[in-house]
Nanobody, 124 residues
Framework: QVQLVASGGGLVQAGGSLRLSCAAS????????MGWFRQAPGKEREFVAG????????NYADSVKGRFTISRVNAKNTVYLQMNSLKPEDTAVYYC?????????????????WGQGTQVTVSS
């Protein structure tokens, strides 16, 4: 069992930056693939970024490539999402998720554990 707590959201102007954090409980964090998803008002939740257990493999949605960076520190049981050059269309609730498998998938139903979400609002 893994419990996830996301934090770091807030209000930022377009072009600004935020760093989201997701703290995980449990001693097996290093064996989980981690992902970030987001859900904007009136839209379905979508994949943003994922990282393998070692941090060596990452995957990004096309809409965030070159602007967002996912990373993890297994010794701290934490995964991060560094978001730069933010745009108003990045406004959403951001969720971290974990799956007990090695493949960095974009499929939501493949993730077994979810955090509570943190709001990111980008003003124009």
């Amino acid at each position: 069992q893994v419990q996830l707590v996301a934090s770091g959201g807030g209000l930022v102007q377009a072009g600004g930056s935020l760093r989201l954090s997701c703290a995980a409980s449990g001693r097996t964090f290093s064996s989980y693939t981690m992902g970030w998803f987001r859900q904007a008002p009136g839209k379905e939740r979508e994949f943003v970024a994922g990282v393998s257990w070692s941090g060596g493999i990452t995957n990004y949605a096309d809409s965030v490539k070159g602007r967002f960076t996912i990373s993890r520190v297994n010794a701290k049981n934490t995964v991060y999402l560094q978001m730069n050059s933010l745009k108003p269309e990045d406004t959403a609730v951001y969720y971290c998720a974990a799956r007990a498998d090695m493949i960095v998938t974009t499929t939501q139903r493949a993730y077994h554990y979810w955090g509570q979400g943190t709001q990111v609002t980008v003003s124009s």
